[in-house]
Each structure stands twice: as structure tokens, then as C-alpha cells.
């Protein structure tokens, strides 16, 4: 429900969420990719760059210790997909 809202608060809030180390939750925000607002989005990342370097490196931790072999492809785990994504809308 949460990621269908574009409130600043409720997109920090996902974003934050891509730090962390459950697979699960970054898989489902992948999966809304498509639904979320870019623009909005896009604006988040733009204003709070050293947020997003910071959700980065502790998506990029969490692939290497516990998902590099789910994921061969770092880019293709679901955080940082999500994070490439969010970064190609900001540019």
C-alpha cells in the first residue's frame, strides 16, 4: 500500500527500505517499479544524493555477503536494480 502513495515521507520511506538485507522487500518494490511516479521519485533523488550513495553501498554489502549467489549479476539484484532505475529517472 505504501508504494502506492508519493508523499516525500512515503518515498523516503521505500527508498530507505532498498538498505536493507531482506530480499523480499526490495523484490516488491521492484515488482511496483512500473506504478511509481518518476517524476516524484526522481526529485527525491536529486535533492538527497548522499542518501542515495549511502542505500548504495548498503544494498551493494548486503548483495556481496548474503545474495551474490542468487545474483550472479549485481545489477540484476532487486535493490540495485531499483536504485538504477531511480537514478536513471533523476538524470
Known amino acids: 500500500m505504501i ?3 508519493n508523499e516525500s515521507w512515503s518515498i ?3 527508498v ?3 538498505g ?3 530480499v523480499e522487500i526490495a523484490e516488491d518494490i ?3 517499479v512500473p506504478d511509481l511516479d518518476a517524476s ?3 526529485s527525491f533523488v536529486r535533492q538527497n544524493r548522499d542518501v542515495m550513495r549511502a542505500m548504495r553501498s548498503k544494498a551493494t554489502s548486503y548483495w556481496n555477503a548474503y545474495y551474490r549467489r ?3 549479476n549485481r545489477k540484476s ?3 540495485i536494480a531499483v536504485l538504477n532505475q531511480l537514478d536513471a529517472w533523476a538524470s
Open 16 to 18: 530507505l527500505l532498498l
Open 70 to 72: 542468487a545474483y550472479p
Open 40 to 42: 516524484a521519485y526522481a
Open 77 to 79: 539484484y532487486p535493490a
Open 12 to 14: 523516503a520511506f521505500v
Open 30 to 32: 521492484y515488482a511496483a
Open 20 to 22: 536493507e538485507y531482506v
Open 3 to 5: 508504494l502506492s502513495l
